[in-house]
């Protein structure tokens, strides 16, 4: 008689089991049902996007691999199986296609589509998710229009030593620039912008660094200084696209790049006043140069080429855009940065901190 109580009971709690087990699976298959909305309508190539309150969370495949464990093994293959895809070489916006790199850690690929349905093929710069009220759209994030209303005419007249050293510096620094390359100004542009592209970061990183030593704010002026050298940096995959520079061209900016990154690095810590006023008339002489390269382009010197399309992009200009009209958007871009860092170096020489004056974040 306990023998069969005993079978009875056993029955009994692996009925229970096996029904909680159930259930279980299904409420959250049901709530995933419910919940999921198909990767592909914002861009993603996954499995599923659960949506909650102001946030994206990606459940299911992410280059492959699937997370979930309510998922049979024969589901497993077949996601394998679907996400054999390829993915464009973005950062410079070859036709190249490669094979997608297989993730452990399940970092989601960012394959989005600009505004018109076609993909988004730049890497470094992207575009954003948003949620909209009825339904969701993408948008261009980290791309902007130039504003080309800037005075470009304004100066810093040197008054103190260090501004006097600064400024001759950079007309210094010019010079053999204008004897190496006179009037090919597309690869004069290209060189400049290795050198600009510089003080930004170093700027930047010390920054950071400062405040993790002393546990405080910057005042938004790391944020500031790195967006300027990410610019920069845009300058230069742009005219990439229009001056190809010779084997000699590209030895010579690693030559001037690694003197100018260790000069700077210890001119800012030394003296930042210094570091930022000498960026400032730098970014003057910029101005000048662009200002030069434009007259030869409405002489007919130099052929007015349609506009590279990671400019078209990165600027929203129009798609009939030329390049005169990417040498006017980064020349306001110069005009924004010689601001910038005549700015700093003003908040240096009232003996003040950057972070006691808000960063100017975002002006372009």
Not at 43 to 50: E, I, K, Q, S, Y
Not at 171 to 178: H, I, Q, V
């Amino acid at each position: 008689m306990m023998m069969a109580s005993r079978r009875g009971g056993a029955k009994l709690a692996g009925s229970m089991m096996l029904v909680s087990r159930s259930f279980s699976t299904a409420i959250s298959r049901g709530v995933i049902t419910k919940e999921a909305v198909t990767a592909k309508a914002v861009g993603f190539h996954g499995d599923v996007l659960r949506k909650s309150i102001g946030e994206f969370w990606v459940r299911g495949s992410v280059f492959g691999v699937r997370h979930g464990s309510t998922v049979s093994f024969g589901e497993k293959g077949q996601q394998k199986t679907e996400m054999k895809q390829t993915q464009p070489v973005a950062e410079g916006g070859d036709k190249e296609e490669k094979k997608e790199i297989a993730s452990y850690w399940g970092v989601p690929p960012s394959r989005f589509t600009k505004e018109d349905g076609t993909e988004w093929k730049w890497n470094c710069f992207r575009i954003d998710l948003v949620l909209m009220v009825c339904s969701m759209k993408l948008k261009p994030w980290e791309t902007y229009s130039a504003d080309l209303s800037i005075d470009l005419k304004k100066h810093h007249l040197p008054a103190t030593f260090l501004d006097k050293m600064a400024y001759w510096t950079v007309k210094a620094l010019r010079l053999p620039t204008d004897l190496f390359f006179q009037r090919r100004y597309g690869c004069r542009a290209m060189m400049l912008e290795t050198v600009a592209a510089v003080p930004g970061m170093v700027g930047g990183m010390l920054l950071h660094c400062k405040s993790l030593r002393r546990f405080e704010q910057s005042g938004g002026w790391i944020k500031t200084l790195l967006d300027e050298a990410e610019n920069e940096r845009m300058h230069l995959m742009t005219f990439m696209e229009v001056a190809k520079p010779k084997w000699y061209e590209r030895a010579l900016v690693i030559t001037v790049q690694g003197v100018f990154l260790n000069a700077y690095f210890l001119g800012y810590i030394i003296s930042p006043k210094f570091a930022h006023r000498m960026v400032g008339y730098l970014e003057e002489e910029a101005i000048h140069s662009y200002t030069e390269f434009l007259k030869e382009l409405d002489k007919g010197n130099i052929e007015n080429v349609p506009a590279p399309s990671i400019a078209i992009d990165y600027w929203r200009l129009p798609p009939t855009a030329t390049l005169r009209d990417v040498v006017l958007v980064v020349r306001a871009d110069e005009a924004h940065h010689r601001d910038v860092n005549h700015f700093a170096s003003d908040i240096h020489y009232q003996g003040r901190e950057l972070k006691e004056a808000p960063a100017p974040i975002g002006y372009h």
